[in-house]
């Protein structure tokens, strides 16, 4: 019989989180590592129960924890991130360069194919790779050398947030970085060039149309057709049906188009979700209320989710990487909120329950469905 697994980073701590198939009775297991933020965690494809953790503190600094037990029990492996080369300056807010400083790590995002292979997004934006099992990292350098000098941080800093792997092709990967834009390689890591075509940051760049700079807060793709991208930007939903070559458009009748995540269904290529936030000042829902937008067009045509939800005054948020979808028939969605809320809908977004109540604030949910 099937289990869900659910995978919580907080403000305080990680979160481990289980039911069987029928997803009525939770039980949870956490804090671990009480006290310190865990950016993101993420399970090996290959081996769910090795799971990568980022623990992270403003004083101790970061480290790279594994459980190889399903989270029940963790050590830390390597933590050594180093630049190749000089690794210079990069552009702050002021228009100023600061020097190139490695602060944490962001994402984990497990090779599909091998247990020890894992691929690292950290701040300032890098792309690390380690081939033993995150023991031993080493960066993918020709990605800062795409205009690297340029890139400049978001509110939340400038990291490497999102790593999307191609299933059927092992050298195209897709990255996106707050606040530099998206980025693909197909040579396995070697040489890289900007997918910012069609994107437009009327608000944040001088050039509209600049070739890097662009704020881009998450991207997703369905496995079964990894050539077909979603955005969800600082402003606006994107999508490409070219890897990335063109973006177009796709707010449609949101109240928003500001938000963090966006997911797609895990049957349904065409069906995805965002959580419009009011504005880049006011990351809440509009009037309040906390509402699931999902299309089941591939963008355009949106409707509101609301049942099971708060309804008035609500005020949380939802981060970039704190959505996940299972992988049962039907198909659950996940996310979690800065307010400490886990939500789980059973139907794709029909009802939603909230499974985990006042956690510190949620930085990151993924989901494994387990056999």
């Given at each position: 019989m099937s289990r869900i697994r659910v995978l919580a980073g907080t403000k305080k701590g990680a979160f481990v989180i289980e039911s069987d198939a029928s997803r009525k009775d939770w039980k949870i297991s956490g804090p671990h590592f009480?006290?310190?933020?865990?950016?993101?965690?993420?399970?090996?494809?290959v081996n769910p129960d090795r799971i990568y953790a980022s623990q992270t503190s403003s004083w101790f600094g970061q480290v790279v924890q594994r459980s190889d037990d399903g989270g029940r029990s963790w050590e830390p492996v390597g933590n050594a991130f180093g630049y190749v080369g000089d690794p210079g300056t990069h552009q702050h807010f002021d228009g100023t360069q600061r020097p190139w400083e490695f602060k944490r790590i962001w994402h984990f995002e497990p090779s599909p194919t091998d247990a020890d292979a894992v691929y690292a997004g950290a701040e300032d934006a890098a792309l690390f790779h380690s081939p033993d099992g995150g023991r031993t990292w080493a960066e993918l350098p020709g990605l800062r050398g795409v205009k690297g000098g340029l890139w400049q941080p978001g509110a939340g800093g400038m990291c490497l947030h999102?790593?999307?792997?191609n299933p059927n092709d092992a050298k195209r990967i897709v990255v996106a970085i707050s606040a530099a834009g998206a980025f693909r390689t197909d040579d396995g890591g070697t040489t890289w060039k900007p997918i910012n075509r069609g994107l437009k940051s009327q608000y944040e760049l001088p050039d509209?149309?600049?070739?890097?700079?662009?704020?881009v807060h998450h991207i997703a793709a369905h496995p079964s057709r990894p050539n077909v991208l979603f955005m969800q930007k600082h402003w606006d939903v994107m999508r490409s049906d070219d890897a990335g070559d063109l973006w177009r458009e796709v707010?449609?009748?949101?109240?928003?188009?500001?938000?963090?995540?966006?997911?797609?269904?895990?049957?349904?290529?065409e069906t995805i979700y965002v959580v419009p936030i009011k504005s880049d000042s006011e990351h809440f829902p509009p009037d309040g209320r906390l509402r699931v937008y999902r299309s089941r067009t591939g963008g355009g045509d949106w409707e509101a989710l609301e049942?099971?939800?708060?309804?008035?005054?609500?005020?949380?948020?939802?981060?970039r990487d704190a959505m996940a979808v299972d992988s049962l028939d039907p198909c659950g969605v996940y996310f979690g909120t800065t307010g400490g809320q886990i939500y789980m809908s059973p139907d794709g977004g029909d009802n939603w329950t909230a499974i985990a109540r006042d956690l510190p604030g949620v930085l990151s949910v993924e989901v494994q469905t387990l056999r």
């Amino acid at each position: 019989m099937s289990r869900i697994r659910v995978l919580a980073g907080t403000k305080k701590g990680a979160f481990v989180i289980e039911s069987d198939a029928s997803r009525k009775d939770w039980k949870i297991s956490g804090p671990h590592f009480a006290g310190w933020e865990i950016y993101h965690m993420k399970a090996s494809p290959v081996n769910p129960d090795r799971i990568y953790a980022s623990q992270t503190s403003s004083w101790f600094g970061q480290v790279v924890q594994r459980s190889d037990d399903g989270g029940r029990s963790w050590e830390p492996v390597g933590n050594a991130f180093g630049y190749v080369g000089d690794p210079g300056t990069h552009q702050h807010f002021d228009g100023t360069q600061r020097p190139w400083e490695f602060k944490r790590i962001w994402h984990f995002e497990p090779s599909p194919t091998d247990a020890d292979a894992v691929y690292a997004g950290a701040e300032d934006a890098a792309l690390f790779h380690s081939p033993d099992g995150g023991r031993t990292w080493a960066e993918l350098p020709g990605l800062r050398g795409v205009k690297g000098g340029l890139w400049q941080p978001g509110a939340g800093g400038m990291c490497l947030h999102t790593i999307v792997l191609n299933p059927n092709d092992a050298k195209r990967i897709v990255v996106a970085i707050s606040a530099a834009g998206a980025f693909r390689t197909d040579d396995g890591g070697t040489t890289w060039k900007p997918i910012n075509r069609g994107l437009k940051s009327q608000y944040e760049l001088p050039d509209p149309d600049a070739e890097v700079g662009h704020c881009v807060h998450h991207i997703a793709a369905h496995p079964s057709r990894p050539n077909v991208l979603f955005m969800q930007k600082h402003w606006d939903v994107m999508r490409s049906d070219d890897a990335g070559d063109l973006w177009r458009e796709v707010s449609g009748d949101l109240p928003s188009d500001f938000g963090f995540p966006i997911e797609v269904h895990a049957h349904e290529p065409e069906t995805i979700y965002v959580v419009p936030i009011k504005s880049d000042s006011e990351h809440f829902p509009p009037d309040g209320r906390l509402r699931v937008y999902r299309s089941r067009t591939g963008g355009g045509d949106w409707e509101a989710l609301e049942r099971g939800l708060p309804q008035s005054h609500c005020y949380v948020n939802v981060l970039r990487d704190a959505m996940a979808v299972d992988s049962l028939d039907p198909c659950g969605v996940y996310f979690g909120t800065t307010g400490g809320q886990i939500y789980m809908s059973p139907d794709g977004g029909d009802n939603w329950t909230a499974i985990a109540r006042d956690l510190p604030g949620v930085l990151s949910v993924e989901v494994q469905t387990l056999r």
